[in-house]
């Protein structure tokens, strides 16, 4: 009696039915590609897009600030050491030289702007002055230069969840569809909503994250540019006017 009473329960078709629907759904990528709703494999290929946007922008952003901060290191003792000696030719041909850095361009400006306005004679404060001028308007287009594409990772990085979140919401609006027309019980009746939904939460997160993370660390080595720019500009300044005075 008893193994007759397991073996109808067992062999329920009820309970067959829920482990044949629980063996019908992987979860491989592929399974939970081909089970998604054209919907959310939108979603999936719009975050898709944003990663890619995203690791082209860091992978640049962390060439040029590498490249920004070699040749910086490279040109402040060359340039000093050229002005001390009053080569003002020799000053300029270094800063050509490393045109990555970012204080070459600012310094550039200045001595450039400095030597087209000198008459040859006395310096002069308007010819400081334009020489001041010249080096805020570099640092502001140098600023630029090193922001590009920084808006657009702050902007991945903020919207990225929601996109996934959109996603996870046509996933759960697909797994109430199936329960209310799946006469079969078991899981698999809703398996394919659910991890539709999970998958797209998961990679909006995952095409956030490092985004967000990267931000701030790029944030922050621009405020770090900045602030060598204003100083390297402050410095020219002051040895102008050491000049004018002798």
């Known amino acids: 009696m008893i193994l007759a009473h397991l073996n109808q329960v067992v062999f329920h078709p ?3 039915g829920l482990f044949q629907d629980q063996q019908s759904v992987g979860f491989s990528p592929v399974d939970l590609w081909n089970n998604m709703g054209w919907l959310a494999r939108g979603v999936v290929f719009v975050l898709f897009v944003m990663s890619i946007w995203s690791l082209a922008v860091i992978i640049d ?3 040029y600030f590498n490249a920004a901060r070699k040749q910086s290191r490279e040109f402040a003792p060359r340039v000093a050491g050229a002005l ?3 080569k003002l030719d020799e000053a300029i041909k270094v800063a050509d030289r490393n045109k990555k850095s970012h204080l070459a361009e ?3 400006a200045g001595l450039q702007e400095f030597r087209n306005f000198g008459s040859g004679g006395a310096i002069t404060a308007e010819q400081i002055e334009s020489s001041k001028r010249a080096l805020e308007r570099s640092e502001a287009i140098v600023h630029a230069k090193l922001k590009r594409g920084l808006g657009g990772l702050a902007t991945i990085g903020s919207t990225a ?6 996603g996870t919401v046509a996933g759960i609006l697909k797994a109430f569809q199936e329960i209310a027309t799946q006469k079969t019980p078991g899981i698999g009746a809703v398996a394919s909503g659910i991890s539709e939904a999970l998958v797209t ?5 995952l095409v956030a994250i490092p985004a967000v993370m990267t931000f701030n660390y790029f944030t922050n080595k621009v405020e770090a540019f900045d602030v060598e720019m204003d100083n390297s500009s402050s410095e020219l300044i002051d040895y102008f006017i050491k000049q004018s005075k002798r």
């Open 201 to 205: 939460t998961a990679f909006g997160l």
């Open 14 to 16: 009820a309970a067959l």
């Open 61 to 63: 952003r962390y060439l």
């Open 106 to 108: 600012v310094v550039t």
């Open 161 to 166: 969840p929601f996109v996934g979140l959109f």
């Open 84 to 86: 001390k000696e009053g």
